[in-house]
């Protein structure tokens, strides 16, 4: 089978594993929907790596057109963020990720540095785990997206520029045990219904140095309330992006949820019928979302 000869194969793969499932389920807190007396209103659907990994609550249906961002005197940012076993960039436009990359898989055994699939002794290739394709979108289909069902309001929270408050550098870098807590915060307004409102959109991110998992804490507010039908947006795919071909050493990364005191698992391609032009309805999986 492909690349059966390096001994650091299955663990490279197994971590990119990992990230996925740390990505889906390692972020703290969503605002939502005050639930009800006696349970959480979350409600599990479309755990799925594509074509659109989301979060799980219901969107709201009400669409408005969209408007023309206001011009902004926020300079826009990247801010990179390096442990001993990551590397990530995220963009101050939309506060996403444009890039994870693994460095290292860490075991009881052993600590060994980790590369991309067809990654050899003379060329050690980055295991990036965000599309390039995906960064190429318009818009751009990079984690970590939010969809409200409001187009205006989807355009300003996903393509406006951000303030990062807890990282005045340009790069971050954590060792041993450390943490940082990094927020981006937008405050703008929007037009809806023809009536200007104002917004406050926070993202916050806490990166631990040696933990593959880092927290997400989403904030919407419109008008001094929370937003509700918001979804949280993961993919495109993640994983090594310079497979070409997946076996059994070479594997998707799957979708992870933790839904009814059960786990949910979905595998990228095996999970889904797709038509003609390479799409395929999401899946969707009912019960409450243990976040």
Same mark, same amino acid.
């Given at each position: 089978?492909?690349?059966?000869?390096?001994?650091?194969?299955?663990?490279?793969?197994?971590?990119?594993?990992?990230?996925?499932?740390?990505?889906?389920?390692?972020?703290?807190?969503?605002?939502?929907?005050?639930?009800?007396?006696?349970?959480?209103?979350?409600?599990?659907?479309?755990?799925?790596?594509?074509?659109?990994?989301?979060?799980? =609550?219901?969107?709201? !249906?009400?669409?408005?057109?969209?408007?023309?961002?206001?011009?902004?005197? %926020?300079?826009?940012?990247?801010?990179?963020?390096?442990?001993?076993?990551?590397?990530?960039?995220?963009?101050?436009?939309?506060?996403?990720?444009?890039?994870? =990359?693994?460095?290292?898989? %860490?075991? $009881?055994?052993?600590?060994?540095?980790?590369?991309? *699939?067809?990654?050899?002794?003379?060329?050690?290739?980055?295991? @990036?785990?965000?599309?390039?394709?995906?960064?190429? @979108?318009? $818009?751009?289909?990079?984690?970590?997206?939010?969809?409200?069902? *409001?187009?205006? !309001?989807?355009?300003? +929270?996903?393509?406006?520029?951000?303030?990062?408050?807890?990282?005045?550098?340009?790069?971050?870098?954590?060792?041993?045990?450390?943490?940082?807590?990094? *927020? #981006?915060?937008?405050?703008?307004?929007?037009?809806?219904?023809? =009536?200007? @409102? $104002?917004?406050? %959109?926070?993202?916050?991110?806490?990166?631990?140095?040696?933990?593959?998992?880092?927290?997400?804490?989403?904030? +919407?507010?419109?008008?001094?309330?929370?937003?509700?039908?918001?979804?949280?947006?993961?993919?495109?795919?993640?994983?090594?992006?310079?497979?070409?071909?997946?076996?059994?050493?070479? +594997?998707?990364?799957?979708?992870?949820?933790? +839904?009814?005191?059960?786990?949910?698992?979905? @595998?990228?391609?095996?999970? #889904?019928?797709?038509?003609?032009?390479?799409?395929?309805?999401?899946?969707?999986?009912?019960?409450?979302?243990?976040?």
């Amino acid at each position: 089978m492909e690349n059966s000869t390096n001994p650091t194969n299955q663990s490279r793969f197994l971590m990119a594993a990992i990230l996925s499932m740390a990505i889906l389920l390692g972020w703290s807190y969503f605002m939502a929907p005050t639930p009800p007396p006696g349970g959480n209103s979350n409600t599990a659907a479309n755990a799925n790596t594509a074509p659109q990994p989301t979060s799980t =609550v219901q969107p709201n !249906l009400e669409v408005t057109q969209a408007v023309a961002l206001p011009a902004s005197d %926020v300079p826009r940012r990247e801010l990179t963020v390096k442990s001993p076993l990551y590397e990530v960039k995220l963009d101050s436009k939309g506060a996403l990720a444009t890039s994870w =990359v693994i460095l290292k898989n %860490v075991s $009881p055994k052993a600590e060994l540095a980790v590369f991309a *699939d067809g990654s050899t002794e003379t060329e050690k290739k980055p295991l @990036q785990l965000i599309s390039q394709k995906a960064l190429e @979108q318009t $818009p751009r289909e990079i984690p970590f997206r939010l969809v409200t069902g *409001d187009a205006a !309001l989807d355009l300003l +929270i996903n393509e406006g520029t951000y303030t990062i408050d807890g990282a005045d550098e340009a790069n971050v870098e954590l060792a041993g045990q450390e943490n940082r807590t990094v *927020d #981006f915060v937008l405050r703008s307004d929007v037009m809806l219904g023809g =009536v200007t @409102q $104002p917004v406050e %959109v926070r993202k916050k991110f806490t990166f631990t140095a040696d933990s593959y998992v880092s927290d997400l804490a989403v904030t +919407i507010l419109r008008n001094g309330q929370p937003v509700p039908g918001a979804k949280l947006l993961i993919g495109a795919s993640i994983g090594d992006h310079e497979i070409n071909h997946h076996t059994f050493y070479n +594997i998707e990364a799957e979708a992870v949820a933790a +839904i009814d005191g059960d786990i949910f698992r979905h @595998q990228g391609y095996y999970s #889904f019928t797709y038509d003609a032009n390479g799409n395929a309805p999401p899946l969707a999986d009912p019960g409450t979302v243990n976040w």
